[in-house]
């Protein structure tokens, strides 16, 4: 009974369908997995601004203008991101178990 319903499922599934399944596990793994980077290296720049502002190196106001100029070149990526956002499975629920094994994976 086991062996017909595994046969079933063969069937159903195909060869592009597991290719796909992969496919979005392995995008969603890495995008998880980079902005996971992503924060812990925003997290190592923010005390290390602290520090700086700590100890008197830089003043807030060169953060602030620094962080408004920063935002302008966001404006910029933002229009790029757009154009490629279709690439991404985003939709997919294996893109997302992805993201999430990436996020949290050690």
Avoid: D, W
């Avoid at 601004?49 to 962080?67: D, F, K």
């Amino acid at each position: 009974m086991v062996v017909e319903i595994i046969q079933q499922l063969a069937e159903l599934i195909s060869e592009n369908s597991l290719i796909s399944i992969f496919v979005s596990l392995i995008l969603g793994f890495l995008i998880g997995y980079l902005i996971r980077k992503g924060i812990e290296i925003g997290l190592i720049l923010l005390a290390i601004i602290i520090i700086l502002i700590g100890i008197g190196i830089i003043s807030p106001s060169t953060i602030t203008h620094e962080i408004e100029s920063l935002g302008i070149y966001a404006n910029q990526a933002k229009s790029l991101v757009e154009n490629e956002i279709h690439l991404i499975p985003y939709n997919s629920i294996f893109f997302v178990i992805g993201i999430v094994i990436g996020l949290i994976k050690r």
